[in-house]
Nanobody, 125 residues
Framework: QVQLVESGGGLVQAGGSLRLSCVASGRTFSSSAMGWFRQAPGKEREFVAYITWNSGWTYSADSVKGRFTISRDSAKNALYLQMNSLKPEDTAVYYC??????????????????WGQGTQVTVSS
């Protein structure tokens, strides 16, 4: 059974930092693209960032570019999201996701086959 488990969320003041982690079990994703998405209350799930299987290419949404950094450790089957200069509008549940076969990442949530349960990030002003 494939599982993605996120951790690292919490409450932080605006301008602060958090590092989210996502550990996969049940299969390896070393040849698959992985990504982060988020969903704020009353809003649709939105793309945050993705990374290709060999970490050779990353892409982030304009809203987080320059503040968030996605990375992965294929040996640990883990995905990370370093979030700096957090803003109240970053408040959301953050989800990690993985594609089952493709190494190319996309910003479309429907292209991802596996999802974690989410971790809450709350940024106070």
């Amino acid at each position: 059974q494939v599982q993605l488990v996120e951790s690292g969320g919490g409450l932080v003041q605006a301008g602060g930092s958090l590092r989210l982690s996502c550990v996969a079990s049940g299969r390896t994703f070393s040849s698959s693209a992985m990504g982060w998405f988020r969903q704020a209350p009353g809003k649709e799930r939105e793309f945050v960032a993705y990374i290709t299987w060999n970490s050779g290419w990353t892409y982030s949404a304009d809203s987080v570019k320059g503040r968030f950094t996605i990375s992965r450790d294929s040996a640990k089957n883990a995905l990370y999201l370093q979030m700096n200069s957090l803003k109240p509008e970053d408040t959301a549940v953050y989800y990690c996701a993985a594609r089952s076969r493709y190494w190319v990442g996309t910003s479309d949530a429907t292209d991802y086959d596996y999802w974690g349960q989410g971790t809450q990030v709350t940024v106070s002003s």
